[in-house]
């Protein structure tokens, strides 16, 4: 609606310009500066709100302990933009309501487009009568006219009635119209019919009109007035009032009120002095400029003493924990007192590993920031009580490792049109003996591109090595670890964007004039097929289609697909490309966990999907359980702990459900179990028992007080064990085990024989 909020701003200065001239103005007698005033502010009131200038202003910086939230920007823009297609129109359950945001634009264009059709028509009219003229002396073209417009002038074509007026009559008419030829009043009347047509809601626009009239009127009878005296012209409008005309493009005689301008005619002329007043308009004009054309931003400036410490952002902290505690928004943090202040710090991930009193080093990249919590709907529910810091690694005075943030890399990231986007930095430029580049390598201190450009004459010296640039680009080979190699640039662009080279016929293949991406499939390229899927709608608020192109539209959506819950704001379900994108959606595991993105888009045709300007791939699930990587760490070192851990992801069973899970799961395993109760994980791959467990393998027998079995690694963890031989003889006690069930080898920690 930025067109709209132009529209009234345009509006506000006509009013403000308008209310100057009424006020200050309108009775002055100079009638040239009054035009050029009526008509330069009309501009500016179209000029000045299209303006932006930025004004930066220090914000005094508060005495506190913890620094703002940093400005984030994204590596990349989102990969798409979403279509609004509107054909077919269906709303379950609801009344069809009339989107009249949508309709506004249409309207009011449409009534502009009237009102200038019309403004033209006229104007057709008007130029029809010019065929036949007789050219005075003056230069005035003079039209005999006795029905309709007349006594009137537009430009220099002046329509008179010569059987009403005498001698004397018609050479004053000819000196009035005279005036209004050689100071082109018609332009000014034209382009007051197309600034009313623009501004048709407008109703200053027409006393603009009215008021630029009378000048026009007050300026010809000044000077017509001096040449034939003052009473002979006002006898002149008195003869011929009786005449009128609705044509608005020509200037009429008397068209104007005839007591307003005879009143003029004796009114005493202002003096000198009062020039002066125009120049009370420009604190108008800078007034409007500064409420509408400028943006103020605020900086706040950060003195180096303010800092925590010198080497902060990129170096460590050192200090004692003061205490731990669980956050609005489900983080846990916790209290580190360093250089005599305190630091709250992220912890979720490695909260069990610390406790108050323990004197940490814990190392951190980046400022605080605020951390809020929203719903679906982007609603904020719970929000933290400052900035929370993020550890990259946390280890004890003595070095022990406690935590380290793993940041995975990657040569290049996947758009949805399937091109490639790396940003990186140029290592080296070849160019050929004719001056055409013939290679670019980039490296971004882990992976390097090969730009193979020989075949493509290239002529460019504004990339230059050490430039940090954005490249797209298919086809790429793997050539030796962490080296790429492709002849199949797209674009590469500097950053900031001001440098490009494009291989025009690629990136017409995959993107649009104004650079947004194609939807479309890399056709020489093998794609990894996992089978098409298939999306089951289960709700929405509101669906619009495109019966023609097969695309659906959807509000409020949620959509289940493969192993998957979707719940997105906009859904477009294109069924004749296999393609479905989602807009500021959560995508939801079934077995738990979720991920949100402003943009997700689905390759239905073989089961993947990108979100934002990453890669991922959707298969059907095979039962994983999504903390299994964690369980898999605790059971890599067999502690008391491990157990404890685990039981939070489990549910309770009956003794009925425990007999009959060993006899269904375990009737093909040499596994058998026995306990007094059995618990299971919802994605049944995880077992407890607990309470006299008696395990049997290959003829082993371990008695334990509770035991773990995880399906999915074949391996048994149980604690307080005692091992009998198979000739029950030998007996072996132990804090715990860990058992690999495939080849019957046994850990054993703490033993006790």
């Known amino acids: 609606m930025e067109w709209l909020t132009y529209l009234l701003k345009v509006t506000a200065c006509t009013v403000l310009f308008f209310g100057f001239y009424l006020l200050v103005l309108r ?35 508060l005495e506190t302990e913890l620094e703002g939230m940093p400005e ?30 949508t309709l506004m634009p249409y309207a009011y264009g449409s009534i502009a487009l009237i009102l200038l059709l019309i403004c033209v028509w006229r104007l057709f009219i008007l130029l029809r009568h010019t065929g036949t003229y007789t050219k005075n002396n003056n230069g005035l073209k003079l039209i005999d006219k006795a029905k309709g417009f007349t006594n009137c002038s537009f430009f220099n074509y002046v329509f008179i009635d010569g059987s009403t007026l005498g001698e004397l009559d018609l050479k004053v008419l000819l000196k009035h119209e005279e005036v209004h030829a050689k100071q082109y009043h018609s332009i ?6 197309i600034c009313k047509s623009v501004l048709w809601f407008n109703p200053v626009i027409y006393f603009y009109d009215k008021a630029l009239e009378q000048v026009h009127e007050y300026e010809a009878d000044e000077f017509t007035s001096a040449n034939f005296g003052n009473q002979t012209y006002a006898n002149l409008l008195l003869k011929l009032a009786i005449s009128k005309s609705n044509m608005p493009l020509i200037h009429n005689f008397v068209k104007s009120p005839i007591k307003d301008r005879i009143k003029m005619l004796f009114h005493s002329k202002s003096k000198n002095m009062k020039k002066f007043r125009y120049l009370l308009a420009v604190p108008v004009v800078m007034g409007l400029i500064w409420l509408f054309a400028v943006q103020v931003i605020y900086a ?12 902060f952002y990129q170096g460590m902290l050192k200090g004692k924990v003061l205490n731990t505690k669980k956050e609005a928004i489900g983080l846990y943090t916790f209290d580190l007192l360093a250089e005599g202040k305190i630091y709250p710090i992220e912890a979720t991930i490695f909260k069990d590993k610390i406790k108050v009193g323990d004197e940490l080093i814990v190392y951190i990249d980046a400022k605080g920031f605020n951390m809020k919590k929203m719903d679906k709907n982007g609603k904020v529910i719970a929000e933290a009580k400052g900035p929370i810091y993020t550890a990259t690694r946390v280890t004890t005075l003595t070095g022990v490792l406690l935590y380290e943030r793993k940041i995975e890399n990657h040569a290049f990231l996947y758009e949805a049109n399937k091109a490639r986007s790396a940003s990186s930095t140029i290592k080296s430029i070849t160019k050929g003996v004719n001056g055409n580049i013939e290679k670019i390598v980039l490296n971004d201190g882990f992976f390097t591109i090969n730009l193979n450009l020989a075949t493509q004459n290239i002529k460019n010296s504004d990339f230059k090595i050490g430039d940090r640039v954005l490249a797209k680009f298919i086809g790429e080979k793997l050539v030796s ?12 662009y500097s950053e900031p964007k001001k440098y490009t080279i494009k291989n025009e016929a690629l990136y017409n293949r995959f993107y649009f004039g104004d650079g947004k991406q194609k939807i479309v499939a890399v056709k020489n390229e093998p794609a990894k097929i996992s089978g098409p899927v298939e999306p089951k709608i289960i709700s929405f608020s509101k669906i619009t289609g495109d019966v023609k192109h097969k695309i659906s539209y959807m509000e409020n959506a949620v959509i289940d697909i493969i192993n998957c819950r979707l719940e997105a704001k906009y859904v477009e379900l294109d069924r004749a490309n296999n393609k479905m994108t989602a807009k500021n959606a959560v995508l939801k595991a079934n077995e738990g966990g979720s991920a949100t993105a402003k943009i997700i888009v689905f390759d239905l045709s073989n089961g993947t999907y990108v979100a934002e300007s990453g890669n991922r791939n959707l298969k059907v699930s095979d039962g994983d359980d999504p903390d299994l990587q964690r369980i898999r760490d605790s059971l890599t070192k067999v502690e008391e702990s491990g157990i404890d851990k685990i039981k939070n992801l489990i549910s309770p069973t009956n003794k009925k459900q425990n007999e009959s899970i060993n006899n269904h799961f375990f009737k093909d395993k040499k596994l058998s179990f026995s306990s007094d109760s059995v618990k299971l994980s919802k994605t049944k791959l995880i077992y407890h028992y607990t309470g006299n467990v008696k395990i049997e393998n290959d003829g082993l027998t371990i008695l334990a007080s509770d035991a773990i079995y995880v399906k999915n690694l074949n391996t048994l963890n149980a604690r307080k064990v005692k091992l009998l031989s198979k000739d029950k003889q030998s007996i072996i006690s132990a804090d715990s085990i860990t058992l690999n069930v495939e080849n019957s080898k046994i850990k054993i920690f703490g033993k006790k024989d």
């Open 300 to 311: 706040q400036h950060i003195n180096d003493d303010s800092k925590p410490s010198k080497n």
């Open 188 to 193: 000014d009347k034209i382009l007051l019919m």
């Open 481 to 492: 670890k962490n080296t790429y190699t492709t002849d199949k640039l797209i674009v590469l």
């Open 27 to 61: 009775k002055l007698t100079f009638f040239k500066i009054n035009r050029f005033y009526l008509l330069i502010t009309l501009l500016l009131s179209f000029i000045i709100p299209a303006l932006q200038f930025e004004v930066e202003r220090n914000m005094p910086r």
């Open 72 to 101: 984030l920007k994204p590596i990349h823009p989102a990969p798409i933009q979403l279509i609004q297609p509107i054909v077919v129109e269906y709303q379950p359950e609801v009344t069809p309501k009339i989107d009249w945001l």
